[in-house]
């Protein structure tokens, strides 16, 4: 069982940055592929990121390729997703999720954290 928790959301202006982080309980955290996605009001979950177990790798979805970075530090049992060049259209609830495959898809990820909000204004 792993117990994953958001935090870091906010309201941020158009064009600024915010750090999310997301903390697992558990001596295997090493182990997991951990991703973030987002799920704004009327829409469908998205894919944003995800990170291998060691965090040598990394993917992106489309609409935040060069702006949004993940990393993870497993001394910390924690991930982060660094936020750059925030656009209206990043608002959403933000979740972290873990699972053993390396996948962009979220019904694949077997646990998941209650998300963070993050709201940008334009």
């Known amino acids: 069982q792993v117990v994953l928790v958001e935090s870091g959301g906010g309201l941020v202006q158009a064009g600024g940055s915010l750090r999310l982080s997301c903390s697992a309980s558990?001596?295997?955290?090493?182990?997991?592929?951990m991703g973030w996605f987002r799920q704004a009001p009327g829409k469908e979950r998205e894919f944003v990121a995800r990170?291998?177990?060691?965090?040598?790798?990394?993917y992106f979805g489309d609409s935040v390729k060069g702006r949004f970075t993940i990393s993870r530090d497993n001394a910390k049992n924690t991930v982060y997703l660094q936020m750059n060049s925030l656009k209206p259209e990043d608002t959403a609830v933000y979740y972290c999720?873990?699972?053993?495959?390396?996948?962009?898809?979220?019904?694949?990820?077997?646990?998941w954290g209650q998300g963070t909000q993050v709201t940008v204004s334009s």
């Open positions: 990170i291998s177990g060691s965090g040598s790798f990394t």
């Open positions: 999720a873990a699972g053993w495959r390396a996948t962009m898809e979220g019904s694949e990820y077997d646990y």
């Open positions: 558990g001596p295997t955290f090493s182990r997991y592929n």
